[in-house]
């Protein structure tokens, strides 16, 4: 039975160093690839020996075998850490573990080697193991939480086993301590090597997906909400104010004579002005505030819990600062900004917010430019 289970993990360990070498050509600038592919490695080199050489095993082999297992989970530590950017510590503690396994073949060739040998080692992987679970638990990323919760549960299990193994060498071994060997090397050998791969896996492509979400819904130049970012933000905003009813304001800004702009000083010159104007938005605005490229030269702000008229004096220092900021031989760059707000509407919709800051904001060009207007809702202009 002992041998099946060693069989079978052994061959579950060639298979996924494969998966992750397959994995790593394709994603060779993905460092916790690489680093997970090394651990599965490791674990197959283990299973060579385990496969090639005759049991029971040497003093020297059982240690080397171990020393390498030891490794592997420094290295696995190694990619995690990478994985989560924090707790850099635990790699280095681990690889240190590490190196006491491997001073610990010197044991081989004296009178200690044995059951106390072999609890030392199993105590330090159960050590290695219990670092694994600090670094993916410290993390605070949420869009990896479920993964990295069921990798700590599997990483604690796999501990739980290495304790086991303490207690199995240094115990009289009656039959009940036998069969705890004998279930903790099944979950271990067989559940665990199993799930474990695909943990990783999982937990590396809700990162993945979570980063594509993030991207579809900003605009690359600016690094704002786009189009589809900003309706999101909005149906929010809304679904909140028929819930508090607390007053929000929606501009639109649009830069005057951009094309202009362009066309005498390149797109790379129209770009900065772009991000410039970006920047200033996102330090006028309050965190929770929200702003977005709606489209070429035109911005869109969301202002929560606030009035037109509060609204109005933020969007001037926005202005100002973009007029103060952009000094040209031909004059500064200036915006024109339209600004409106729910009123205390129980019926008002985005589209028609929308189209009131717009109105607003074209009443602001007509009027000669470089300026903020605040629509009207009683002759559908704006002041």
């Not at 080692?121 to 670092?131: D, E």
């Not at 990483?155 to 009289?172: C, D, P, T």
């Not at 009656?174 to 896996?201: C, E, K, M, Q, Y």
């Not at 609204?311 to 900021?325: D, G, H, N, Q, T």
Request: net charge neutral; glycine share 4%; charged share 20%.
């Amino acid at each position: 039975m002992e041998a099946i289970i060693h069989y079978v993990e052994d061959l579950q360990f060639a298979c996924f160093a494969l998966v992750f070498s397959i994995m790593a050509l394709q994603s060779r600038r993905d460092r916790t690839i690489r680093f997970v592919c090394c651990s599965y490695l490791l674990a197959t080199l283990v299973s060579i020996i385990d496969v090639t050489l005759p049991h029971p095993y040497s003093p020297l082999t059982n240690a080397g075998i171990l020393t390498v297992l030891s490794l592997r989970y420094a290295v696995l530590a190694a990619g995690l850490v990478y994985f989560t950017r924090n707790s850099e510590w635990a790699s280095k503690i681990s690889f240190l573990l590490a190196g006491v396994s491997l001073l610990l073949i010197g044991l081989s060739f004296t009178s200690l080697a044995g059951p106390r040998q072999l609890a030392v080692y199993y105590f330090v992987l159960a050590w290695q193991q219990a670092l694994l679970v600090l670094v993916v638990m410290r993390s605070s990323e949420s869009s990896t939480r479920i993964p990295r919760v069921l990798l700590a549960f599997l990483f604690l299990i796999s501990v739980g086993y290495r304790l086991n193994q303490v207690h199995f060498v240094l115990s009289a071994k009656t039959a009940h301590d036998v069969w705890l060997r004998n279930v903790g090397l099944f979950i271990n050998g067989t559940v665990l090597s199993g799930l474990l791969p695909f943990t990783i896996v999982w937990m590396m492509n809700a990162r993945d997906h979570a980063n594509l979400l993030q991207q579809s819904l900003l605009d690359p130049l600016t690094g704002l909400l786009n189009r589809r970012g900003l309706n999101e933000a909005a149906d929010r905003e809304l679904k909140r104010y028929s819930r508090s009813q607390q007053e929000f304001a929606v501009a639109v800004a649009d830069i005057d004579h951009f094309k202009k702009l362009n066309d005498r000083h390149g797109h790379a010159f129209g770009d900065e002005v772009l991000v410039d104007f970006s920047v200033i938005c996102q330090t006028e605005l309050r965190s929770y505030d929200v702003s977005a490229r709606s489209g070429g030269e035109e911005f869109m702000l969301l202002l929560p819990h606030t009035s037109q008229d509060a609204a109005m004096l933020v969007l001037e220092r926005i202005r100002e600062r973009f007029e103060a900021s952009t000094p040209l031989e031909s004059g500064p760059n200036t915006v024109s900004i339209g600004v409106t707000s729910t009123r205390a509407r129980t019926d008002v919709t985005w589209d028609q917010l929308q189209k009131e800051a717009d109105k607003a904001m074209y009443d602001a060009k007509h009027l000669g430019r470089n300026r903020t207007m605040i629509y009207d809702p009683a002759s559908d202009t704006a002041l």
